[in-house]
């Protein structure tokens, strides 16, 4: 799986306006309604994560969760990154 140019990265995250680019991930940060409906979320993520094969790096904190992704065996940002982000922000609704 290639590396996204910069063009690239600029196209899809101009479809993904609640993600930003830091460094060579993409992060957003979601707020749940306490920390049982985010680990709930997270679980959700999960699924959709292995379904994927293609795994966030997760931080909890309480009702926050922070997801970033990169696709580490390509040292940056692939479609796989953009495609679990859509997958994820789909879930949402
Ligand atoms: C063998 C296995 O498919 C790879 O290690 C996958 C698993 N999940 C992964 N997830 C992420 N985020 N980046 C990877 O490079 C990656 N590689």
Known sequence: ???LSEAEIAEHLA???DWSLEDNEIVRTFRLANFP???AFVTHVAFLA???GHHPDI??????VRIALTTH????????DF???AA???MLG
Do not use: F, H, W
Request: hydrophobic share 40%.
């Open 1 to 3: 799986m290639p590396r």
């Open 15 to 17: 479809q993904r306006p």
């Open 37 to 39: 409906a985010a680990i």
């Open 50 to 52: 292995e379904a994927a």
């Open 59 to 64: 931080d909890i904190r309480y009702n926050r």
């Open 73 to 80: 065996d390509a040292g940056g940002l692939t479609e796989k």
């Open 83 to 85: 495609a679990l982000a």
């Open 88 to 90: 994820i922000d789909e």
